[in-house]
């Protein structure tokens, strides 16, 4: 009896240990840094985070967002791995996180960082220029196949997820096109609203503005199924007039990519579980729902382990994908 | 061309309340601030100012950012002309004539010539952006890599053919520069470059570290050497008279204000960019102008030539910015993201969707530009009263301005080893007489001409005639060769005349 009520004192005294833990809270004020350059895709979704912990109190600390894009966001990266354990720093980012030291050589490796929350899945589709003579991305590829590398295609960076899935496209529909590397996804909706290349894999978010104004045309969305119905666009297509790439013979499932966010290694169990809760609470707000359906992203909470388990299945299907490409960095 | 008028005055009705001008007024002072702080500048001043405005109707937060930037780009021009340090790249022509100027005591005159330029250029590209704005954007969507390498040529030839002198030394000064605005990653390749395995320089050579370091740093040992023994203040006329002469004497330079004013235009839209707008103006001045062989030893024409340059761009620059999603400075690309959290979708269609906020936003650059030279203007004794102060006390206090503005770049304790590098190396290269300009235009065009360059080659499929396929990059690129071949000429011609 002695011997239990001794365990039980033990265990009273651990309790507020433990509950002292998981109620960490940040001490100083918090940087989300941003791997990519102010302005983009990832600044906004970093940005909106900002506004809505702001605006709901989520964290009694105040917020810095810093903007450390150089080198493709390599980086942020950097900047937050070499910042070990330190729990008021977290980068915002993408599947660059572990697709970067693939290809290029950067200072950290994809598991020295703590995943700890993905918040939405942005969709990708196949845009094309205006009076383009195809109407469809089937017709799209059944031109492509008769000049092989004549089509120009357009992406953000080489070796990133626009190239990525235009070597998909490729070797799913077995055609071969010309794909030409900008600075952004914006200028490549540029080049396509001028005409001067045929195609590009443009975000939602990156290419609306064109469509509104003629300047461009969503062939299909690389997703299992259509997106979800909204306001018309233009005058006559929403976003759930779009076919999926899969209805029209380009066999590719679905092809999306995370916003998602990390720690530096070595941080305590209270920290991330602190930062996973209020990812969670921020993911539920109406601003995050608004500014999902402003974008025409999926939104999709991941905790921390369905992440880390996500991140290794991608990074394995990326590194094969990489060493048939001949992309691999020694 | 009219079809306009309605809708700006519609625009002024959004823009001018006593709510909004308060922001102008706020938006100028802090941009100001920011601008005189080189470093911070009006990309990162405006990046803090941002999650104020999320609670904000857009036009008024996008009437409270941009007159921060316009303030910035006011307050750049200042340390420019004092202390040889440019707050913005797109100052740094505006240090060519202004800081000869301070130097020899006339910090008034100089200050008040560049805020009327300024005051001036601005105006100019926002009359222009009220007529052409239909048609401009139409003539932005033709640049394809093909016109976009082209026009980047030009602003090189501009510039360097007609600078003096050895051209030699200029080659190595351009090339130096190439090379470092090859560091890290590479778009048409995906690689890393000319990192030697430091992860440090993963990210690339940032812009203003190289400015603050060959400007600021290596003109403060160039100050200390010459002076040794005799630290005296520069003494400068203070009285707001001086200022009102130097003002009343702007309309004698009609000519470099409309050339530079139609440059900056040009390359607000095309879009190359304020910076580049500066060098090219400054360089086609001093072939042009009458007054051209003076250029660089402290006169006014020199300075109006780059500031009006600088602000016509930089207005300009907000057309692209707004139809095309195009930005053509760091600030601009700052303002894009924050349309987007506004809930406004910059694109072909905005103008036709949201009348009140483009045409709010266009009145406002008249407003707000008259508050920046207004404010500006009665600054001048202040700021100029600033070099009275003895160097001993200035000195210490710029390296320490120099630093934290390194240091707020990239929260990054490289970035001032950095800039001491770069210190010593803008101060040999001045005792050498090597010229630093070249270096810094190659810094900010190098990386966007290789990769337009790049790019035209594989949609051209290697064919370098892909450049006069069109009469339009034909004509630019052709008129740019001439540019670079025109030294030649002239050492020949002169040689032929001789032997005759």
Same mark, same amino acid.
């Given at each position: ?23 960490? *809270? ?38 810095? %967002?810093?903007?450390? $894009? ?9 900047? %937050? ?24 050589? #950067? $200072? ?17 589709? /196949? ?21 092989? +590398? ?43 609203? $001028? ?74 169990? +209270? ?5 996973? *809760? ?18 025409? *992203?999926?939104? *999709? ?30 | ?53 999320? +609670? ?94 082209? %026009? ?41 470059? /000319? ?8 990210? +690339?050579?940032?812009?203003?570290? #190289? ?52 440059? $900056? /235009? ?77 809930? %406004? ?21 008249? #407003? ?97 005639? #892909? ?27 002169? /040689? ?5």
């Amino acid at each position: 009896m002695r011997k239990i009520i001794a365990v039980l004192i033990f265990a009273a005294m651990l309790l507020p240990i433990a509950a002292i833990a998981a109620d960490w *809270q940040p001490a100083r004020p918090v940087e989300f840094v941003v791997a990519s350059g102010a302005g983009g895709g990832t600044d906004i979704f970093a940005r909106t985070v900002q506004s809505i912990v702001l605006k709901h109190k989520l964290m009694a600390q105040p917020i810095v %967002v810093l903007n450390k $894009g150089g080198g493709s966001g390599a980086e942020g990266f950097v900047y %937050v791995k070499s910042a070990t354990a330190d729990p008021h720093k977290l980068v915002f980012g993408t599947n660059n996180e572990w697709m970067l030291p693939l290809v290029a050589k #950067v $200072g950290w490796k994809y598991d020295e960082l703590t995943p700890v929350a993905a918040m939405a899945f942005d969709e990708f589709l /196949l845009w094309t220029r205006p009076n383009a003579p195809w109407k469809s991305a089937s017709e799209y590829v059944a031109d492509a196949k008769k000049r092989p +590398g004549d089509m120009r295609m357009g992406g953000s960076q080489s070796k990133d997820t626009d190239e990525v899935l235009t070597r998909m496209i490729e070797k799913a529909s077995g055609i071969k096109v010309m794909y030409v590397p900008f600075k952004s996804g914006g200028e490549a909706a540029v080049q396509l609203a $001028g005409g001067h290349i045929d195609s590009n894999t443009n975000n939602p978010a990156e290419n609306i503005g064109q469509w509104k104004g003629g300047q461009g045309t969503p062939l299909c969305v690389f997703s299992k199924t259509r997106l979800p119905a909204g306001p018309k666009v233009t005058a006559t297509m929403g976003w759930s007039d779009i076919p999926t790439c899969k209805e029209q013979g380009i066999p590719i499932e679905e092809y999306k990519m995370p916003r998602d966010v990390f720690l530096p290694g070595g941080v305590a169990e +209270g920290v991330l579980a602190f930062y996973a *809760q209020m990812f969670k609470k921020v993911s539920e707000t109406p601003e995050w729902a608004e500014y999902i359906a402003k974008t025409s *992203q999926s939104s *999709q909470y991941m905790a921390p382990a369905d992440l880390k388990a996500f991140i290794k299945a991608d990074e394995e299907r990326g590194r094969k994908l990489f060493e048939e490409q001949g992309w691999l960095v020694k | 061309m009219f079809e306009n008028l309605p809708l700006l005055m519609n625009g002024f009705a959004i823009a001018v309340s006593p709510y909004n001008i308060m922001l102008m007024i706020v938006g100028v002072f802090l941009g100001i601030l920011v601008g005189v702080l080189p470093g911070l500048g009006a990309p990162n001043g405006v990046t803090l100012l941002m999650p104020l405005t999320f +609670g904000m109707n857009p036009v008024s937060a996008i009437i409270l950012l941009t007159s921060m930037y316009w303030g910035a780009l006011y307050g750049g021009s200042t340390t420019s002309i004092l202390f040889n340090i440019p707050g913005e790249p797109s100052s740094v022509a505006t240090t060519f004539d202004g800081y000869p100027m301070a130097k020899a005591g006339r910090a008034t005159e100089a200050l008040t010539t560049a805020f009327m330029s300024s005051g001036f250029g601005a105006l100019f590209g926002v009359v222009m952006v009220t007529i052409l704005s239909s048609w401009a954007t139409g003539f932005a969507l033709k640049f394809s890599p093909v016109e976009y390498f082209s %026009v980047f040529m030009l602003a090189f030839g501009s510039f360097v053919a007609f600078g003096g002198g050895s051209p030699i030394k200029t080659v190595v000064s351009l090339g130096l520069g190439l090379a470092w605005a090859g560091i890290g990653m590479d778009t048409v390749s995906g690689s890393m470059r /000319l990192t030697y395995g430091f992860t440090e320089l993963s990210r +690339g050579i940032n812009l203003l570290v #190289v400015v603050i370091g060959l400007y600021g740093i290596a003109e403060l040992c160039q100050t200390m050497q010459e002076s040794v023994g005799s630290m005296e203040p520069v003494a400068s006329k203070l009285s707001p008279r001086e200022v009102f002469r130097a003002a009343l004497a702007m309309p004698r330079y009609w000519i470099a204000l409309l050339r530079s004013a139609c440059i $900056g /235009l040009w390359m607000g839209i095309t879009p190359g960019g304020p910076t580049a707008a500066t060098f090219m103006s400054y360089g086609v001045g001093r072939r042009f102008s009458k007054a051209g062989a003076r250029f660089g030893t402290g006169h006014p024409e020199g300075l109006v030539s780059s500031e009006v340059a600088d602000q016509a761009a930089g207005s300009a620059a907000m057309l692209p910015m707004l139809a095309l999603g195009l930005p053509s400075s760091a600030t601009a690309a700052v303002l894009l993201g924050g349309l987007m959290i506004w809930g %406004v979708t910059p694109g072909p269609t905005l103008f036709a969707e949201r009348p009140d906020f483009v045409w709010g936003l266009i009145a406002s650059m008249y #407003v707000s530009n008259l508050v920046c030279v207004i404010m500006a203007l009665t600054t001048v004794p202040l700021f100029a009263a600033v070099l009275r102060v003895p160097f001993s006390i200035t000195g210490p206090l710029i390296v320490i301005v120099c630093l934290v503005g390194a240091w707020t770049v990239g929260s990054n304790m490289t970035d001032i080893w950095m800039v001491l590098a770069f210190g010593a190396i803008g101060y040999f290269m001045s005792r050498l007489h090597y010229p630093v300009a070249p270096l810094v235009l190659a810094m900010v065009l190098g990386d966007r001409t290789e990769d337009a360059f790049r790019q035209s080659m594989i949609l051209a499929k290697g064919s370098i005639w #892909v450049f006069w396929s069109n009469p339009l990059a034909g004509t630019i690129i052709t008129v740019a060769l001439l540019c670079f071949a025109l030294p030649g000429f002239t050492a020949l011609w002169r /040689l032929a005349s001789r032997r005759r």
